[in-house]
């Protein structure tokens, strides 16, 4: 069981945000057809069994996570099988408000939209603008470094090559609406990360987002051509 793309972007005022190695086990659990074992899940994540049931523990003790043991089936103790809570499943409200918003918005556009794609890029450009008013424009080089910058600000959790021509965005804070309208979500995001390099200087039309490409993420590519470095 492979899952490709980010991990959620988790947000908790009252604790400690989720490790990367969590969101993946939680993430895990929510596309799960039924409850898993702490084993089941190490085999398909390729980790040791006693870390992921460390995690799985903690995930229990925050309440993201429910345990129960199987009705016995030959000799030995059963073993617990874990389920994402359906209780809370996002522990910031006010993420889970926001999130509920883009569903119903990306909705509309999908379902009134004569050309989607489009208007969800231009949303995108929109909210890139918005995040850059005082920007200031440097050479394309420092463009990419500065929008691999912004993009750990607002919860994309970026890992980029030492030159960020290629990043991979390791947490999505809209991730359970991606997957279910990643055209006009992906689009959205594209258009955002297309101005931002732009309006620091940078060739926003050369910017690629392949969505959920990688088993860590989605991958943005910067356009090299023509760069100041």
Request: charged content about 25%; overall charge neutral.
């Amino acid at each position: 069981m492979e899952i490709l793309g980010p991990a959620p972007a988790r947000h908790d005022l009252a604790h400690e945000a989720l490790t990367p190695a969590r969101s993946r086990i939680l993430e895990s659990l929510q596309q799960a057809a039924e409850p898993l074992t702490a084993s089941t899940l190490a085999t398909s994540l390729g980790q040791h069994t006693n870390t992921v049931r460390e995690h799985l523990e903690a995930l229990v003790e925050r309440g993201l996570a429910t345990r129960f043991q199987a009705d016995p089936a030959g000799r030995g103790r059963p073993a617990w099988r874990y389920s994402p809570s359906t209780e809370l499943r996002e522990p910031d409200a006010r993420v889970r408000d926001y999130a509920a918003l883009a569903f119903v918005l990306a909705e509309q556009i999908a379902h009134s939209s004569t050309d989607p794609d489009a208007d969800a890029i231009a949303a995108g450009h929109s909210w890139g603008r918005m995040l850059t008013r005082d920007a200031v424009r440097g050479t394309a080089a420092a463009a990419r470094h500065k929008t691999v910058a912004l993009l750990t600000d607002i919860g994309f959790d970026p890992d980029a090559d030492s030159r960020a021509n290629r990043v991979i965005l390791r947490r999505c804070p809209f991730l359970d609406i991606a997957r279910q309208q990643s055209r006009i979500v992906c689009s959205a995001h594209l258009g955002m990360i297309a101005t931002v390099v732009e309006e620091f200087g940078g060739d926003g039309a050369g910017v690629q987002l392949l969505p959920f490409a990688d088993s860590h993420g989605c991958v943005v590519k910067f356009e090299r051509s023509g760069d100041k470095r």
